[in-house]
């Protein structure tokens, strides 16, 4: 079984400047992968990043990298030179060799001009 | 373009009335999985289908039913034993090739109390 906790219900951040989302999550399995997704106002899911457990490197994909702390159980999203269009609920989820993912409760990113 | 399709986009439904979400995708992926919604809420697996003719309950399956005759189709009924069906609805696929590969989702349906 898999829980992902994301502890912060909403964040903040001015524009062009950084902001991290926090994730912990616990799993059984030996096998499993880490994920973020954004959902904008339009209620459409965005895959924004993925990591492998097996991997030590962390992440990266432009503007938007991880922090994936294994022994921690922690996965945090690191948000670079916010932008406007940044602004969703980003969800953290957790996923198994067979596909099932199991999300956290999301996080509300604001970004003010 | 490939992609998945969901329909209504909004929905209705009477007490002791059942309906079917509408599911299609051309991906030509072979997993699909149904999520729910809550306001403000993360979403919460109900059923995910791994192959054609086989399916199998995710979180919060009670209320609600599938089924997986083709492999581009997976529809949900919602049943009248789903005693609170507001919700958003959201479909997606995965391609085969192992748990890294992300799912891709639907635009959603709102289903709603009359």
């Known amino acids: 079984a898999q829980t992902v906790t994301q502890s912060q219900p909403e964040m903040s951040v001015q524009e062009a400047e950084t902001v991290t989302l926090s994730c912990t999550y616990d799993?059984?399995?030996?096998?499993?992968?880490l994920f973020w997704y954004k959902q904008p106002p339009s209620r459409q899911m965005i895959l924004v990043i993925r990591?492998?457990?097996?991997?030590?490197q962390n992440a990266t994909e432009n503007r938007f990298s991880v922090n994936f702390q294994k022994a921690a159980k922690s996965f945090s999203l690191k948000i670079s030179d916010s932008q406007l269009g940044d602004a969703a609920m980003y969800f953290c989820?957790?996923?198994?060799?067979?596909?099932?993912?199991?999300f956290g409760q999301g996080t509300i990113l604001t970004v003010h001009p | 373009d490939g992609g998945i399709t969901q329909s209504p986009k909004y929905l209705f439904r009477k007490e002791g009335q059942n309906v079917t979400l509408s599911c299609e995708q051309n991906?030509?992926?072979?997993?699909m999985y149904w999520y729910r919604q809550d306001p403000g809420q993360g979403l919460r697996l109900i059923y995910y289908?791994?192959?054609?003719?086989?399916?199998q309950k995710g979180d919060i399956a009670e209320g609600y039913s599938v089924s997986r005759e083709k492999k581009e189709s997976f529809p949900l009924t919602v049943t009248s034993a789903q005693k609170n069906p507001t919700a958003f609805y959201l479909c997606?696929?995965?391609?085969?090739?192992?748990?890294?590969?992300?799912?891709?989702f639907g635009d959603g349906t709102r289903l709603s109390i009359l």
């Open positions: 997606a696929s995965r391609p085969p090739s192992g748990g890294n590969q992300p799912q891709h």
């Open positions: 991906l030509n992926h072979d997993a």
């Open positions: 289908s791994q192959i054609v003719n086989d399916f």
């Open positions: 799993t059984s399995e030996s096998d499993y992968y």
């Open positions: 990591q492998e457990a097996y991997k030590q």
């Open positions: 989820a957790g996923g198994t060799s067979y596909g099932k993912l199991t």
